[in-house]
């Protein structure tokens, strides 16, 4: 498999924000940080691992934080971005506001 690139993941992370009706967050140094994490897991797993959690061994225990994870959805709608941050909706892209830490509900359940 051949290694992906960063230019590769943006490509992804552009995919996945318009067939959501989401937003890549503009903030370029904070997102090149999150692609540049993307990417990495990608070459190491073999899926895009969430960059903001760490691996439970398996992409069976990991299937729900592979990007786009189960909860960004919920999230996206409930506080305007994914954990991460690397998403907003389209309403929290033009307010012009800050994303903030929010809970971790991977564990949650
Ligand atoms: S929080 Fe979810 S959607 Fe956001 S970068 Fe991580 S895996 Fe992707």
């Known amino acids: 498999m051949n290694p992906k690139t960063r230019e590769d ?3 992804f992370a552009e995919m996945v924000a318009n067939k959501q ?9 904070f997102t090149t940080m999150l692609l540049d994490g993307l990417t990495t897991n990608w070459n190491r797993y073999g899926y895009y691992l969430c960059p903001c959690r760490d691996s439970d061994g398996s992409r069976e225990a990991d299937a729900a934080i592979i990007c786009p994870c ?3 959805f919920g999230d996206i709608e409930r ?3 994914c954990y991460c941050a690397l998403y907003l909706s389209k309403t929290f892209a033009q307010s012009g506001k800050s ?3 929010i809970p971790d509900r991977r564990y949650e359940e």
């Open 21 to 29: 009706g989401w937003v890549v967050n503009p903030d370029t140094n």
């Open 79 to 81: 506080y305007g971005h």
């Open 9 to 11: 993941t943006a490509k």
């Open 99 to 101: 994303p903030e830490a």
């Open 70 to 72: 189960k909860y960004s």
